[in-house]
């Protein structure tokens, strides 16, 4: 029902009232809309690059703000790297082709860095199946999984000040690589164990072995107050991220209502 009323309305209506002024993610991130979101420049930024045609580049300001922090700091890191992304959301929210969720700007699938046999940064496998020894095959190539890049990936995520991360998908596999690379290399133990928590491959959807899927959680009540915020809420996250109260947001009956007043 909040989707159907998403896509019903359009310009200066009611529904702009209910998500208070500031707009941003309404409803949950397989059931909600984006009021207010911002394009992800497509040309013209350091450090990222879009690897598809369609018009999702659309997001909350604090995830597409996240994208540019990443690509920045893993450019940094690496110089001459390109991070890869594909779907934010489109324009406005709602459901959008191939997802169950990236409804509300709060989702981001971002390819892995892969490099080829002589250990050269490669693009010829983006969205290339990894096992779990992080290797792709193609019709008459070999690809790796990048551990360092990949891993830098997810610490600039987790060192983000503008965005609270509270899941990075990705197959178990390439989730253990990961940890291992991190531990090996001496990098930061809470980070290491926050990262442990927050990289998961999820029950209902794709392993994820071939791209992250990143989701952030809600903005503070008082920028978006109709977002709708599930669980589980990390023990680091709970101080900042307080669940808006049922009264806040807006029922079936109401998003009905408000959809017939603008058509």
């Not at 909040?2 to 941003?24: K, N, Q, R, Y």
């Not at 250990?119 to 008459?140: C, I, N, Q, W």
Request: proline share 6%; aromatic share 8%; with cysteine.
């Amino acid at each position: 029902m909040l989707v159907a009323a998403g896509t019903l309305l359009s310009g200066c209506t009611p529904w702009m009232a209910i998500t208070s002024e500031a707009g941003g993610p309404v409803g949950s991130t397989s059931n909600g809309v984006l009021v207010g979101g911002r394009a992800l420049p497509a040309e013209g930024a350091d450090g990222y690059a879009f690897y598809h045609q369609r018009d999702r580049r659309y997001g909350s300001l604090a995830l597409t703000a996240l994208v540019e922090d990443v690509a920045r700091d893993v450019s940094s890191a690496y110089p001459g790297s390109v991070l890869q992304v594909r779907d934010l959301s489109g324009d406005g929210g709602g459901r959008i082709s191939g997802h169950h969720s990236h409804r509300t700007g709060m989702d981001v699938d971002l390819a892995f860095f892969v490099r080829n046999p002589k250990k050269k940064s490669t693009r010829e496998f983006v969205l290339a199946k990894h096992d779990a020894l992080g290797v792709a095959v193609g019709d008459h190539a070999v690809a790796y999984f990048d551990t360092p890049k990949n891993w830098a990936v997810v610490e600039a995520l987790l060192s983000s000040n503008h965005a609270d991360i509270q899941w990075i998908f990705i197959s178990k596999g390439l989730k253990a690589r990961l940890l291992a690379y991190a531990l090996a290399a001496g990098k930061d133990v809470e980070l290491i164990e926050k990262a442990s928590m927050i990289l998961h491959q999820p029950k209902d959807s794709a392993i994820h072995n071939d791209h992250f899927h990143v989701r952030i959680f809600c903005p503070p009540v008082d920028v978006a107050p109709a977002c709708e915020q599930r669980k589980p809420i990390w023990p680091w996250i709970k101080e900042k991220q307080t669940p808006p109260p049922a009264s806040v947001l807006p029922s079936d009956h109401q998003l009905m209502a408000l959809a017939l007043e603008g058509l």
